[in-house]
């Protein structure tokens, strides 16, 4: 069964510093992966997805993330942290079958200190 | 990207009172889900659709309803809303291909009173 483990449920850093964001999954087939962001007192926004193309995916606001097989993970990061960058960042794995549901993490709250 | 979107966006209401979320989008996106998100942030489908006259129940239990009469428009009804049913309400749709990428609206903040 499909599944996902956002490591750290709140994650804090200084402005400047690099954004690292662990997700971890589980999936039965090859999977797609996402990463959303959600600003307070909005909906999600996709920040970037997996689809078995390149292992080095590049989102938006400078965001990436790398696909590694051999450790069922998908990491945020981001080399330079801005204060805009405080929300909160979900991790999501594509289900199995023709529904293709999302499997959602629990989300990690970021907050940038100045 | 998906235009998707939902009123009201805030609402607070009394114990009792039917309710009805809009949802629509214009992208003609035959795929559309509810998530209901707590206050600790996660997410959860309380109700999907694949289309036209398909409605399904999600992952959560719930006790709204949905309908889906036109593919652009997927409202959420809570007959006699409670306490309980306090939270943030989410509306996404997913466009067809090979990876189904899934756009949110702004999300309904309903407080019941």
């Known amino acids: 069964a499909q599944s996902v483990t956002q490591l750290g449920s709140h994650v804090s850093v200084s402005e400047g510093a690099l954004v690292l964001l662990r997700c971890n999954y589980s999936s039965s087939v090859p999977p797609y992966l996402f990463w959303y962001v959600q600003y307070p007192n909005q909906g999600l926004q996709l920040l970037l997805k997996y689809t078995s193309a390149a292992t080095l995916v590049k989102g938006i606001n400078g965001f990436e993330a790398e696909f590694k097989k051999s450790e069922t993970s998908f990491h945020l990061t981001k080399p330079s942290a801005h204060m805009s960058d405080a929300a909160e960042y979900f991790c999501?794995?594509?289900?199995?079958?023709?529904?293709?549901?999302?499997?959602w993490g629990l989300g990690t709250s970021l907050a940038v200190n100045p | 990207e998906a235009d998707i979107y939902q009123t009201p966006r805030y609402l607070v209401i009394g114990t009792g009172k039917k309710i009805t979320l809009e949802c629509s989008q214009t992208m003609g996106h035959d795929k559309m889900y509810w998530y209901q998100q707590d206050p600790g942030m996660e997410l959860h489908l309380i109700h999907y659709s694949y289309g036209v006259n398909s409605t399904e129940k999600g992952d959560l239990s719930s006790e709204s309803t949905v309908s889906r009469i036109r593919t652009e428009h997927f409202p959420l009804t809570l007959e006699s809303a409670r306490p309980s049913h306090t939270s943030q309400y989410l509306c996404a749709s997913s466009d067809p291909g090979r990876v189904e990428t899934q756009y949110f609206g702004p999300g309904t903040r309903l407080l019941v009173l």
């Open positions: 999501a794995v594509s289900g199995p079958g023709n529904n293709r549901k999302l499997i």
